[in-house]
């Protein structure tokens, strides 16, 4: 069983920075591989970026590749989603999850249950 909580999103200027983290706790943590999920309203819920359970892979959608870069602590058990040069089109909630195989979080849209684990969610709002 995981825990995951998401900190980090708030209102900024397009063009602006902010950063996600992503604590995750419970058992077998460094197992999971651990991404970034994003849905606006009526919109599905989309792959941002995920990274492997040892941060050996990472994987970006082409929206965001160039402008967001994710990273993760291990010691910390945390994963932080530095993004850069926000867009109006970037505004959604953005959801931390968690799965064992890698391949599931590489999906360009999902549904809750495709995945084992799931935060609760931070707003990123981007307008001027």
């Known amino acids: 069983q995981l825990h995951l909580v998401e900190s980090g999103g708030g209102l900024v200027l397009p063009g602006g920075s902010l950063e996600l983290s992503c604590v995750a706790s419970?058992?077998?943590?460094?197992?999971?591989?651990i991404g970034w999920f994003r849905q606006a309203p009526g919109k599905e819920r989309e792959g941002v970026s995920c990274?492997?359970?040892?941060?050996?892979?990472?994987h970006y959608a082409d929206s965001v590749r160039g402008r967001f870069t994710i990273s993760r602590d291990i010691a910390k058990n945390t994963v932080t989603l530095h993004m850069n040069n926000l867009k109006p089109e970037d505004t959604a909630v953005y959801f931390c999850?968690?799965?064992?195989?890698?391949?599931?979080?590489?999906?360009?849209?999902?549904?809750?249950?495709?995945?084992?684990?799931w935060g609760q969610g931070t707003q990123v709002t981007v307008s001027s």
């Open positions: 999850a968690a799965d064992l195989w890698w391949s599931r979080l590489t999906v360009a849209t999902i549904t809750p249950d495709m995945v084992d684990y």
């Open positions: 419970g058992v077998n943590v460094e197992s999971y591989a």
């Open positions: 990274i492997s359970n040892r941060a050996a892979t990472t």
